[in-house]
């Protein structure tokens, strides 16, 4: 079913997936959203995937400065194997965060009713 800005694009036996778009309009804003169902443990599991961005350019002057700041954000993930990021996901309006919501609802029943 396709809502507003919030579109199925595959499901599965176990799992649906489904692709929201920011309302700024750049597809490498969207935001993938996996809903996968464990039965064993009767649990559904929300993932999200999204394009994040090391924002090098907001404590750095300059093309040097830039690496520099890039160079250490990279060696953080290299020795502590994690980097905290913060990426925005914009909604306009109560109809798209509506067929967000409506998104998950379904892949929600999708998942419950699916009989294996
Ligand atoms: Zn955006």
């Known amino acids: 079913m396709t809502t507003n800005k919030v579109m ?3 499901e599965f036996e176990d799992a649906v997936y489904y692709r929201a778009s920011c309302d700024c309009g ?5 935001l993938t959203i996996e809903l996968e169902r464990d039965k064993e443990v009767d649990m559904i599991f929300m993932n999200m995937y999204k394009d994040v961005h090391w924002c090098s ?3 750095a002057d300059g093309f040097f400065k830039e690496t520099w700041v890039k160079i250490k954000a990279a060696l953080r993930i290299l020795f502590n194997g994690h980097i905290k990021v913060e990426e925005s996901f914009i909604f306009k309006g ?16 999708y998942l419950k009713n699916n009989p294996e």
């Open 26 to 30: 750049a597809s490498h804003c969207d």
């Open 94 to 109: 109560d109809d798209h965060i509506d067929a967000f919501l409506n998104a998950i609802k379904e892949g929600r029943d």
């Open 57 to 59: 350019y907001w404590q």
């Open 8 to 10: 199925k694009i595959h």
